[in-house]
């Protein structure tokens, strides 16, 4: 079974420019979360999918960030203009929902290097 | 607002030694979660813990989950080099449905085992 697949895997750009993520979950997960992860820090929620549905953002820095999922399946997370403070490992998750016990499965992750 | 705190957040082991991370939390949950993450690398879902009492082992590794007391441990036995990554806990947030999947992780704990 694939994975759930992120790209790019590395990305460096310089402050208030604009950077896009893509994600692709694991086939048949209708739950999807972007995860922001600081380094020497856990994982903090960005941004929670149902479908094409969002079910919770509120961690999202809204005057900077974006995030879409189109037709349910694939996202982009947009940051424009990025920060410094921005540099981080951007995570993707997905799980099925299903009853009371559901796991969310990580991509490897987008390191973002803002300089 | 659900708040999860690991230690110790560094902890340096010999090999054949046995240790224990602990894992509190503030808010009623139902749902833990223990991953491993390697440099430079995502997360691997270690444990699920489901309800009080509930202990799983795997290998070296041993989780258990004290809903009452709002605390997990993860205990190591004979630790051996390949053991040596950053151990996340990570609690299952929201009341139910679709906010099923959401995680709050804590800080994480750097383990090396040293020969």
């Known amino acids: 079974e694939a994975g759930v697949a992120q790209s790019p895997r590395y990305k460096i750009i310089e402050k208030r420019q604009s950077v896009a993520f893509w994600c692709n979950p694991i086939?048949?997960?209708?739950?999807l979360y972007w995860y922001q992860q600081i380094l020497g820090q856990g994982p903090k929620l960005l941004i929670q999918?149902?479908?094409?549905?969002?079910?919770?953002d509120s961690q999202l820095p809204k005057d900077r960030f974006s995030a879409e999922r189109l037709k349910g399946v694939d996202s982009t997370l947009k940051i424009q203009p990025a920060k410094l403070e921005d540099s981080a490992v951007y995570l993707c998750?997905?799980?099925?929902?299903?009853?009371?016990?559901?796991?969310?499965?990580f991509g490897q992750g987008t390191r973002l290097t803002v300089v | 607002e659900l708040k999860v705190e690991q230690n110790p957040l560094f902890l340096s082991m010999q090999e054949e030694k046995n240790y224990t991370i602990y894992c509190n939390y503030s808010?009623?949950?139902?749902?833990l979660y223990w991953y491993r993450q390697d440099p430079g690398k995502s997360l691997e879902s270690l444990f699920v813990?489901?309800?009080?009492?509930a202990v799983k082992q795997e290998g070296r590794l041993m989780a258990s989950l004290d809903t009452k007391a709002r605390l997990s441990t993860l205990h190591i036995t004979a630790a051996v080099h390949d053991l040596s990554a950053t151990y996340f806990c990570?609690?299952?947030?929201?009341?139910?449905?679709?906010?099923?999947?959401?995680?709050?992780f804590g800080q994480g704990t750097i383990l090396t085992v040293h020969p």
């Open positions: 086939s048949g997960h209708a739950t």
């Open positions: 990570a609690v299952g947030d929201g009341a139910g449905g679709t906010s099923y999947g959401k995680l709050t």
């Open positions: 998750a997905s799980s099925l929902l299903e009853g009371v016990y559901t796991e969310a499965f």
């Open positions: 813990l489901l309800s009080n009492g």
């Open positions: 999918f149902q479908n094409n549905g969002v079910v919770d």
């Open positions: 808010t009623t949950s139902d749902r």
